[in-house]
Every structure is written in C-alpha cells, then in structure tokens.
C-alpha cells in the first residue's frame, strides 16, 4: 500500500519558468512532509520541509504547499534552472517516537536551457 | 557532501553469500536509518537505531539485521542472498529521534547479486 504517491514519473520545463512537483498521501496521522533531491550516483539532499500546522513554507527559489483537506502537497521552484534537473522525492512523517521517512516513488524533473 | 558516510560503495556478490554494509553517521547525530531502493522504487524504510538502541522496524526481511555500535557507526547485514537483494542500500542520520528534522543521506551502496 502506496501511502505517498507521486503519479507523475517525469516533468520537463524550460528553463527559467515554474517547475510544480505533485505529491498525494493517504494516512491523516503524517505530521511532516519533506522534499529531497536526488543526482544520479549520489545520496538524497534535503531541500526544504513543512509541518502539518503550516500550509507554505518558502526557502529561496523553493516553496512547498500543504493543503491537508486533499492531503496534497506540492514543491514549486520558481525559476527553474538546469541545475535542479534531478529526481524530486516527497516524504512523509509521523510524529512521536520515531522519525522514518516514507518515501513517494520520486518524479523526473528535466529543466531544457 | 552530507557528512555521512557508506562503505563500499559497490558490492558484487553471488545468491546465498552474506555482506555487511558500513555506515558512519554525520558528527553529534545519534539516529541512523537505513533504507532500501530498488529498481524504479522510492526509499523503502528498513531499520532505525537510535544511540545504540533498536528504535523502529520498517519491512525489514529476517535475513537482514542491523546494530549501532558505541562509536555510533551502523552496520546492516545481509545474509542468505537473493538476486531481488540487488539495490542501492542508503544511510541517514539525524541528531534526534524525534520527529521535525531532516535526516541527512550518505552516498549509497549499490549491492549486486549474481
């Protein structure tokens, strides 16, 4: 069972304009969402975060939205740049004793110059 | 660079052999997690040990174990493998168990079974 869902396997966008990555979560106890970032070859890195009792949290050319109704969240870099092309993961957290991450299935992101 | 460590970084081995994969956590973080991707999969959550302590258990197979020794380095084991064993084996710390902080990844370990 998929509690992170990331429908979107690949995203292509040129460059300097808005990138939108998806993700949907079926469990209402997840507290914390994260985005990572992945290159080929290497470990993920963390881009930013957001808890449940926020709906936006900016950073640089990053901005996540929560909307916990949809129990959707979406990353937006604003501009994108051929830098950011990457595999984007979303991941999930339940509060309390333990912090393991559930992990979407990771979308594409191609930025064209 | 994340701080966190893995050796080897590639491993090549046959069904039925057993390996041990190494993990040193960033300085101060007292939390190590492993998690496994497979082929076209996102990071499927394996173990966790906090300051030497068994914290939690993902879909961790019985033929695999873990510890955290005093240092705080982590070690997984694999044992009686399988060619469908063949992933990317990643590492994390954090400097707390709790929840609201990020977990920073070390660079994998490819495990190939033949």
């Known amino acids: 069972d998929q509690q992170v869902k990331q429908n979107s396997p690949s995203l292509s966008v040129q460059e300097g304009r808005i990138s939108i990555l998806n993700c949907d979560y079926t469990?209402?106890?997840?507290?914390?969402f994260l985005w990572y970032k992945k290159y080929p070859a290497e470990g993920p890195t963390f881009l930013i975060s957001i808890s449940s009792i926020k709906d936006k949290n900016e950073d640089g050319r990053f901005t996540v939205f929560l909307n916990k109704s949809a129990k959707h969240l979406s990353l937006h870099i604003v501009p994108s740049q051929p830098g950011d092309s990457a595999v984007y993961f979303c991941a999930a957290s339940y509060g309390g004793a333990t912090n393991k991450l559930i992990f979407g299935t990771g979308t594409l992101l191609a930025v064209q110059p | 660079d994340s701080g966190v460590t893995q050796t080897p970084k590639h491993l090549i081995t046959a069904t039925g052999q057993r390996v041990t994969l190494r993990c040193s956590p960033r300085?101060?973080?007292?939390?190590v997690y492993w998690y496994q991707q497979s082929l076209d999969q996102g990071l499927q959550f394996l173990i966790q040990?906090?300051?030497?302590?068994?914290?939690a258990k993902g879909n961790i197979l019985e033929r695999f174990s873990a510890q955290q020794f005093p240092d705080l380095h982590s070690e997984l084991n694999l044992s009686s493998l399988e060619l469908g064993d063949s992933a990317l084996y990643f590492c994390?710390?954090?400097?707390?168990?709790?929840?609201?902080?990020?977990?920073?990844f070390g660079p994998g370990t490819r495990l190939t079974v033949l």
């Open positions: 300085s101060g973080d007292l939390s």
């Open positions: 469990n209402s106890m997840f507290d914390y």
């Open positions: 040990y906090y300051n030497g302590e068994e914290r």
């Open positions: 994390a710390s954090s400097p707390r168990v709790s929840s609201y902080n990020e977990q920073f």
